[in-house]
């Protein structure tokens, strides 16, 4: 394809930044992990995709993680502040269509209703009834129990 056709595809495709807990994604069998980046790709391009973690990692799962494009960030204290600041990080200096935000709870709730006023938000979780709260204001959802099911 000639670069001019590239450069126009490039303009319609979603850019994607992806925020990821680290108890989330520890709970994920490494296969299951490229099958949720494969989802999420379906929606857009990820742009940027880290994963934060309040603990030290060993250095199989640290290298697992660069391995599959994913970014691990070790924080010293609760890492939903460190969700949170990413976030908002994301959302105001770097032009993404989707943020994607990976978390077990509904503590994320706030960032999540003001993330949707800027760009539309695909939620990662464990289950559809875990975060019921999140349905107003999201606009994609994968869950765990899903890639769980779907066997490739």
Same mark, same amino acid.
């Given at each position: 394809m000639s670069q001019r056709v590239l450069k126009i595809l490039r303009r319609h495709e979603k850019s994607i930044g992806c925020v990821f807990a680290g108890n989330l994604?520890?709970?994920i069998d490494p296969l299951k992990i490229e099958q949720l980046l494969d989802q999420i790709q379906q929606i857009g391009s990820i742009r940027k995709n880290i994963v934060i973690f309040?603990?030290?990692? &060993? &250095? /199989?799962i640290h290298v697992m993680?660069? &391995?599959k494009g994913i970014s691990p960030i070790i924080v010293p204290s609760n890492n939903d502040i460190h969700l949170t600041l990413e976030v908002l990080d994301i959302l105001n200096?770097? +032009?993404m269509d989707v943020i994607c935000i990976? @978390?077990?709870d509904d503590s $994320? $709730?706030?960032v999540v209703i003001a993330a949707r006023e +800027? @760009?539309? @938000?695909l939620l990662v979780c464990p289950s559809k /009834? /875990? @975060?019921k709260n999140y349905t107003p204001y999201i606009d994609y959802l994968i869950t765990l129990k899903d890639l769980s099911d779907n066997k490739k």
């Open positions: 994604m520890t709970s309040d603990q030290q990692l &060993s &250095s /199989e993680f660069i &391995s200096s770097q +032009k990976g @978390v077990n $994320l $709730l706030p +800027k @760009v539309e @938000v /009834e /875990e @975060v």
